[in-house]
């Protein structure tokens, strides 16, 4: 069918540039309304041409064609179904190329992440044993004991953060800040 199309397409770009070489030789009115006149009926035929085979792969009118004509309309879109399958097939496959790239980089940046926040976990623990001292063998193990309550560190689960209220002040001095055990002065 689109052999048909490009071969129609084709010839009538010949015609049009044969037309316009001729166009300059045209002296005589009555050659050229033989010209065109003679060009308009190709093109009538070159149109009813492909409205039949547009009506045939379409599946209508097919009751003239013999055995032969219906296994080389059987071929051809056969052949043209296979082109489409392949085209959507290899869509799909880029398509799954480009989501395995990204899932590629999202898993890069969630052991980048892991990373960071095992980092931050260190250095958490490193912080609390500088200032409650080495004593504590809970919080090298990764508990930590904070107002009185242990609370585990789970190393894969999310860091929970709390605020609390401010404690009274009972026995530091005037300038001091007290956040939990820690005072600042």
Known sequence: MLDIYFASMTSIIDRYNKAKEEENQLVNPNCELKFWQKEVAMLRQQLQILQESHRKIMGEELSGLTIKDLQNLENQLEMSLRGVRNKKDQLLINDIQELNQKREL??????????????????NIELYRKVYGNGDTSAANGAMLIDGEDMEEDSNGPIHLQLSQPQQQTHASPGAIKLGRLQLY
């Open 106 to 123: 999202i898993r890069q940046e969630n052991v980048e992440l892991y990373e960071k926040a095992n980092t931050i976990r260190q250095e």
